[in-house]
């Protein structure tokens, strides 16, 4: 059979000429990607445009009109799809020795996420041995570390005693600066755990001026997220405020009722802004149920470092009072949700029908303040609607790949399945600045959350009406779709994420 070589030759030709795009001369541009003909949304919540990105290394070298002299590496068609910076994660869990490709955020678009959060994170030599084996460890997605408050307090000696001495405070703002200096971009503080709970005022202020410092930030799980003490704790995070940028971790008021209180709390938020020269802002996740250890049912005087056997034997009744009162403010035992074995994914009440006692025995003589996690259907949805709605309210997730809770798995997709192609609550432009620029402002990234000339390319193709949030609380592990195209630095490939460092 006679072979036509000029054909063939010809045919790989035009291919290669193809993928290429032009004719390679000594003028011609070479990218390593070339995002061809997309609907590009820049993270800043301007309206989209038509455009191309091309991407050198790990970053964005062009966005706009491509011009006719370049040679790509590998062309990404993004016709009719949306462009965007990758989503920034501002509270999220997880250990990233465990669990390091973090694939429940990367599916959902996440490309960084925070962690170290509500007060617990490693300990500062921990800190240093992640720096320098980062590069040993295959990250999905960019973590951006913090310093958590309970952490430090245990790790210079304080633990949990109430009104510690200056020199104490002192060890506490050493590790604190140690932990700064090496590139953690600011604190967390969980006021409603221990041993978070045992600080006064002049311990948190003290730790904020050296928070400040250093341009950071703190992200605080307030004292209670309760409706009747909301100003006494945002009046407390305020104080911080003074010495540093502050911020509201997964924002909520439970019990609280309707848009008008949403309302008045964005104005107090919205008045220490406009007093201050540091930074207000807050996250929230797009659930009504939260997701914490069943301790926060129970009275202080039945948590560490109280013994909790012996507290239960001399005040049986009084804790059997107490939890009960705490649950039926929270909506009753059915609004608690088990997320922890032998009871995942039944509520209190199912437990104590099948045990045959009161809810309230079930929690004090079978479970305790440390035997459970659990969601917790306690918020309103016209309240956290508003709250969404706000122009510093940003999106988290408060998740982690191991988490009994959806959110882990869903919340960003769920932003824009819900938010903003059903109930239209955000435009896209808005929701995707919600995710990009607004949370790398506000944790202080500098060259991530814009689609911008010289930003990392952190970047995702995808169609709005596709994208699926498929987590649900009886299948809480399931991975969110509808995101054709997920890059990290440049690349899709498993593992190119960084740890990040401030400055």
């Known amino acids: 059979m006679k072979r036509n070589f000029p054909l063939l030759f010809y045919i790989i030709y035009t291919a290669w000429m193809f993928g290429f795009s032009i004719t390679p001369n000594s003028n011609s541009q070479v990218v390593d990607v070339w995002i061809r003909n997309g609907i590009v949304l820049d993270g800043l919540g301007k309206p989209s445009e038509q455009a191309d990105i091309f991407i050198l290394k790990d970053s964005i070298s062009f966005v706009g009109t491509a011009p006719h002299n370049v040679i790509a590496k590998e062309i990404i068609d993004a016709t009719d799809k949306v462009v965007t910076p990758g989503f920034i994660d501002p509270h999220a869990h997880g250990n990233p020795f465990k669990t390091p490709k973090f694939q429940n955020f990367t599916a959902m678009g996440v490309t960084t996420i925070a962690l170290g959060q509500d007060g617990s994170s490693t300990n500062i030599s921990e800190l240093f041995k992640l720096t320098d084996s980062t ?9 951006a570390l913090f310093i958590g408050h309970g952490t430090i307090r245990r790790l210079s000696g304080i633990g949990y005693k109430k009104n510690p001495s200056k020199e104490k405070i002192q060890k506490m703002v050493d590790l604190l600066e140690d932990g700064m200096k090496s590139g953690a971009f600011g604190l967390t503080t969980g006021l409603e755990y221990t041993p978070g709970r045992y600080a006064g005022q002049y311990e948190l202020d003290e730790l904020a001026k050296t928070v400040g410092k250093y341009g950071g930030i703190i992200m605080s799980h307030m004292r209670t997220e309760n409706d009747a003490t909301m100003e006494s704790d ?4 305020f104080s911080q405020g003074n010495f540093a940028n502050i911020h509201v971790s997964h924002m909520k008021v439970v019990y609280g009722k309707g848009s008008d209180r949403a309302e008045e709390i964005l104005h107090l938020l919205n008045k220490k802004r406009n007093e201050s020269s540091f930074k207000v802002s807050a996250d929230i996740y797009p659930y009504l149920a939260s997701h914490t250890t069943i301790g926060i049912l129970f009275p202080e005087y039945a948590l560490a470092p109280n013994h909790y056997e012996t507290v239960r034997q001399r005040r049986r009744n009084d804790l059997l009072d107490y939890v009960k009162t705490k649950v039926n403010q929270r909506n009753g035992p059915t609004a608690t949700l088990f997320g922890t074995q ?4 039944k509520t209190l009440k199912q437990v104590a029908d099948e045990m045959g006692i009161p809810f309230e025995e079930v929690l004090v003589d079978h479970i305790g303040p440390t035997g459970a996690s659990a969601a917790y259907f306690t918020m309103d949805n016209d309240l956290q609607n508003r709250f ?10 408060d998740g982690s790949p191991t988490m009994h809770h959806p959110r882990g798995y869903g919340s960003f997709a769920k932003m824009i399945e819900k938010f903003v192609v059903h109930d239209s609550l955000l435009t896209l432009e808005e929701a995707v600045r919600k995710m990009t620029s607004l949370p790398a402002q506000m944790i202080g990234i500098k060259d991530r959350g814009i689609l911008r000339k010289g930003y990392k390319a952190d970047i995702l193709i995808f169609d709005p009406k596709k994208v699926r949030a498929q987590a649900t609380f009886e299948s809480p592990h399931e991975l969110a779709t509808g995101f054709d195209y997920v890059l990290i630095n440049g690349s899709q490939k498993t593992g190119n994420g960084k740890l990040l460092k401030r400055n």
């Open 342 to 345: 032998p009871y995942i994914g």
């Open 234 to 237: 945002l009046a407390e995070l």
């Open 135 to 143: 590069k040993k460890l295959v990250l999905g997605p960019n973590i």
């Open 388 to 397: 969404l709605a706000d122009p510093y309210v940003m999106l988290s997730s």
